[in-house]
């Protein structure tokens, strides 16, 4: 398969869950693998563009490896919630840093987050995700005739291109009998 339908295909497969905020694997969840640009000719930063890897390239997942879960403490006084889902999209910075968050409240699954009364579970959810740090993720640049069957391992590259990238989240907060459950998607 090419790189270019296996990334496509990344970007829909939708979010899987993930136990535990230690050591996930991007890979099995939603990535927009798409190439953020410093700064768009009127001067945006941010500015999106697609990205097609080369012959000679891979693309090494960037890798959570710290960072608290969401908290929402006293801040929210519900005795009860039913499970409710906040969406967000998690730019990473190439120095594997969380740049900024934005809630993702495009598709029914993620729509609670754009309610009033949910503010505070985006906020935590926020809160948490600006503390995570990853391994970041990477341009794979190999030498011609010297690309491994894997090419998202870059120990053989000839370069190393570390990228900004952003990902898609999933939390799920509930509460029962005023106990405070989050679960990370």
């Given at each position: 398969?090419?790189?270019?339908?296996?990334?496509?295909?990344?970007?829909?497969?939708?979010?899987?869950?993930?136990?535990?905020?230690?050591?996930?694997?991007?890979?099995?969840?939603?990535?927009?693998?798409?190439?953020?640009?410093?700064?768009?000719?009127g001067?945006?930063?941010?500015a999106?563009?697609?990205?097609?890897?080369?012959?000679?390239?891979?693309?090494?997942?960037?890798?959570?490896?710290?960072?608290?879960?969401?908290?929402?403490?006293?801040?929210?006084?519900?005795?009860?919630?039913?499970?409710?889902?906040?969406?967000?999209?998690?730019?990473?910075?190439?120095?594997?840093?969380?740049e900024?968050?934005?809630?993702?409240?495009?598709?029914?699954?993620?729509?609670?987050?754009?309610?009033?009364e949910?503010?505070?579970?985006?906020?935590a959810a926020?809160?948490?995700?600006?503390?995570?740090?990853?391994?970041?993720?990477?341009?794979?640049?190999?030498?011609?005739?010297?690309?491994?069957?894997?090419?998202?391992?870059?120990?053989?590259?000839?370069?190393?291109?570390?990228?900004?990238?952003?990902?898609?989240?999933?939390?799920?907060f509930?509460?029962?009998?005023?106990?405070?459950?989050?679960r990370?998607?």
């Open positions: 398969m090419r790189w270019g339908g296996l990334l496509a295909a990344l970007l829909f497969t939708g979010c899987a869950s993930q136990p535990s905020i230690t050591t996930v694997d991007t890979r099995s969840e939603n990535v927009d693998h798409r190439r953020l640009v410093a700064a768009a000719p001067g945006e930063s941010g999106v563009t697609a990205y097609e890897l080369g012959a000679t390239e891979g693309y090494r997942m960037p890798q959570l490896y710290g960072g608290p879960q969401p908290v929402l403490g006293e801040r929210d006084p519900r005795r009860e919630l039913a499970p409710t889902q906040v969406c967000l999209q998690v730019v990473v910075n190439a120095e594997g840093r969380v900024r968050s934005v809630l993702l409240n495009d598709r029914p699954e993620c729509q609670a987050g754009a309610a009033a949910n503010t505070v579970l985006v906020q926020q809160e948490a995700v600006a503390q995570w740090r990853f391994t970041p993720a990477a341009v794979c640049h190999f030498a011609a005739g010297q690309v491994p069957e894997d090419r998202g391992d870059c120990r053989d590259a000839a370069r190393v291109e570390p990228v900004a990238v952003s990902l898609l989240y999933a939390f799920t509930e509460i029962v009998k005023g106990q405070q459950i989050v990370q998607h």
